[in-house]
């Protein structure tokens, strides 16, 4: 199923006025400090990612429980895959990082499978 995504209205009527009211925000709360305004949009960036992906602890949790039930094979090509540098492939990108939507894959075999599904 393909991702939701937002319709030209709403872009134009939801995202941008939701958009500049954080730049605003933004704004206002770091009072002129450049430093903490990076900081602060640095943090809500961090946060907005950790609402999609889940944390790093999450994540890292996830992998190595598909690396056991997955008996340490990709579930893409089949191969052994290394205990490091693998990675989580959603079935679904809405549906998000849980263990009945991802599955443990080379990086090679998601590069070259989310190739396939673009140009299928
Ligand atoms: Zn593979």
């Known amino acids: 199923m393909p991702n939701p ?5 709403q872009r134009e009527k939801l995202f941008a006025p939701l958009f500049n009211r954080v730049l605003r925000e933004l704004a206002d709360t ?14 809500l960036a961090k946060e907005l990612t950790y609402l999609e992906r ?3 602890t999450h994540r890292k949790r ?18 052994v895959l290394p205990y490091k540098n693998t990675e ?10 849980t263990e009945a ?13 989310q190739k396939r599904k673009k140009y299928a």
């Open 62 to 79: 996830l992998k190595a429980k598909k690396y056991s039930e997955q008996w340490a094979l990709c579930a893409i090509c089949g191969r």
């Open 30 to 43: 770091s009072c002129g400090d450049v430093r903490l305004h990076w900081a602060l949009r640095r943090k």
């Open 5 to 9: 995504q937002l319709t030209p209205v």
């Open 54 to 56: 889940g944390t790093p």
């Open 88 to 97: 989580l492939d959603r079935l679904d990108a809405f549906g998000g990082y």
């Open 101 to 113: 939507n991802t599955r443990l894959v080379h990086h090679a075999c998601h590069i070259a499978d």
